[in-house]
């Protein structure tokens, strides 16, 4: 089904905004997924805030025009499935999680803050842990020398004690 041109403008306007908030644009090539495969990755990419939409070429590359992703046009040929996020790992994490249960989802390229990425960088990006992660490790490490300290005045009054009562 063709679009109008006034569809068309509607759709660039759409991803055009996307895109400015985004932080991260991944593509992949989708060649051969069933529909109900699809249909759970959108799910997935839907409960990770993640803007997951298959779109033509020519409106992906004209969406991206004068952004810090214009160089993803280059990489935009063949059946692709456009993830753009603002978390700067959510749109890599997606792709490349349904990418490892789901052979037909090819990953091609990806941008994060204007740097291109290659397959190999999309999956190092989809591996750096999520924010809360991050920092519930960073309050741990800081709880770590506090705990450290509490734990040794512990043990310095217990054997206070021992002391006193052997005495």
Known sequence: MSLNLNDKKAVVAEVSAKVANAQTIVVAEYRGIQVGHLTQLRANARTQGVYLRVLKNTLARRAVEGTAFADLASQMTGPLI??????????AKVINDFAKTNDKLVVKAGNFAGKPLDKAGVQ????????????????????????????????????????????
Request: overall charge negative; aromatic content about 4%; charged content about 15%.
């Open 82 to 91: 456009y993830s753009i996020s603002e978390d700067a790992v959510a749109a």
């Open 124 to 167: 190092a990006l989809a591996n750096i842990p999520s924010r809360e992660v991050l920092l519930a490790q960073v309050v741990g490490m800081m709880q770590m020398p506090i705990a450290g300290f509490v734990r040794g005045l512990a043990a310095l009054a217990a054997k206070k004690e021992a002391e006193t009562t052997a005495a």
